[in-house]
């Protein structure tokens, strides 16, 4: 079966690539192992300057693989710009830390023992990778685990081939051996016969619940290590003594960056009565202004749905809103223009009964909660069934902390929107996954543990 991808904002082919048999899937996964068994040898340094070379590649690829991104799926050229970027600056904080991450620790040092832990590479990881960070998710996992001094294959989302093709490419033209980082344009039914595989230690996935729940327990089976980072309704709670204008500022930004496709978006606004009617007021105004169009436009600000299935799962979400009492403050249609858009959207009036209440909204679409106070806001907060990020927005600072500590997630940040970094942890609890990505703690996650205990005679 081929794969196609297509322009999202013209609905145009861009191209098709075959998907590969059985034979070829075994035959790439031991030249991925057989790399990897070299690659383990190499030293911190080896591996730090190749990653270095890495991040002249992207910069110098900037432009190009911006263009890539934003022709398949969509999203604003300034934001596939920051996008490639990030990766870049990604690649040169495990260069610089990398090492530091994975030195030998002392435990025990008492008479005749000491006893340490030391950190080893596992093998190959398999990564199952969604489609609206096409660059970033896959680098994401990919830097650390390679650093650590693992080899990577990876199956990308149908839509962004050529994304993965791409990947495969620059960590080849930067200097990393053929083979140690390598995708699989294989379908979903393949995925087992990957897992199932020797060669295969350790799997991670990025993506809905229903892909981790399949994928996980496939994994679970095969008695091989999984991280999962799914899918999430992160709350953004806002307290009555909040800044109200920088509070607008980034709820704007944390709900519609990337068209509102991104796991740690906001997608819940929880005001506390006190200002719940100038915040509803503002916001609304604000998402009116949006400029919907040609992403390659660099004055746009929202442009398509990846796919159109997508959209139209969206669209379905907001009439089941509506149907059950939610009421449509702006947008809530699907323009009539070509492309996969979808007009930005603000629902107030949700409730419990509403499907949309346990579900994520995956695209530019805003719900807008009132908290009668701050408990309320809290439990608000807390009643959904993930627990990737949150917010909570106050002027005192104190207090907020307090009551993010409250809060049921991977991440609460406190006057900033959610966003993944290098230096911090990312993961989620709940139906959100388990696991983490990025820091020390990400970089310690594909790595075997092992504890070295020696007794002087």
């Not at 809290?378 to 307090?402: C, F, M, Q």
């Amino acid at each position: 079966m081929p794969f196609v991808s297509f322009n999202p904002a013209t609905e145009e082919l861009i191209n098709t690539y075959s998907s590969i048999d059985s034979d070829q899937i075994h035959r790439q996964l031991s030249l991925s192992h057989q790399a990897q068994q070299a690659w383990k040898k190499t030293d911190y340094s080896q591996r730090a300057t190749l990653f270095k070379s890495l991040n002249e590649t992207l910069l110098e690829q900037r432009e190009e693989l911006a263009l890539l991104m934003t022709n398949e799926m969509g999203k604003p050229i300034k934001e596939s710009r920051s996008e490639v970027e990030k990766c870049a600056q990604l690649c040169l904080f495990y260069a610089q830390r990398g090492a530091e991450f994975l030195a030998p620790e002392t435990l025990i040092n008492e008479g005749d023992v000491v006893a340490e832990i030391n950190y080893f590479p596992l093998g190959l990881v398999f990564g199952v990778m969604p489609w609206n960070f096409p660059l970033w998710q896959v680098m994401r996992f990919t830097v650390p685990a390679v650093m650590a001094g693992n080899g990577v294959v990876f199956k990308h989302a149908p839509n962004v081939p050529g994304n993965a093709v791409k990947i495969v490419e620059i960590f080849v033209k930067s200097g990393f051996p053929e083979h140690l980082i390598s995708h699989l344009m294989i379908e979903d039914r393949q995925v087992k016969e990957v897992i199932d595989s020797p060669h295969i230690h350790a799997v991670t996935v990025t993506g809905s619940d229903r892909a981790g729940r399949a994928v996980a327990s496939l994994a679970g089976a095969a008695l091989k290590k999984c991280i999962l980072e799914l899918g999430g309704s992160d709350p953004f709670v806002v307290l009555a003594d909040a800044d109200i204008p920088w509070t607008l500022n980034q709820a704007m930004a944390s709900r519609f960056t990337n068209c509102g496709q991104a796991c740690i978006s906001a997608k819940r606004f929880i005001v506390v009565k006190e200002r719940y009617e100038s915040f509803k007021t503002e916001l609304v105004a604000l998402t009116k202004a949006l400029k919907v169009g040609n992403p390659l436009d660099e004055t746009v600000q929202i442009g398509p749905l990846a796919r159109e299935d997508l959209r139209d799962q969206l669209a379905k979400q907001v009439e089941s809103a509506l149907n059950h009492g939610a009421i449509a403050l702006t947008g809530a249609t699907i323009p009539k223009r070509t492309g996969w858009y979808y007009e930005p959207t603000v629902l107030e009036n949700i409730t419990p009964s509403s499907p949309v209440w346990t579900q994520e909204l995956f695209g530019p679409v805003a719900m807008l909660i009132k908290a009668e106070d701050e408990d309320d806001a809290i439990r608000l907060a807390n009643d959904t069934p993930y627990g990737l990020g949150s917010s909570v927005w106050s002027k005192d600072i104190e207090h907020a902390r307090t009551l993010a500590d409250q809060i049921e997630a991977g991440a609460t940040f406190v006057n900033s929107l959610v966003r993944s970094d290098p230096r911090v942890p990312f993961g989620g609890t709940k139906q959100s996954g388990f696991g983490r990505e990025l820091s020390s703690h990400g970089i310690r996650e594909f790595t075997n543990i092992k504890t070295l205990w020696v007794k002087s005679l």
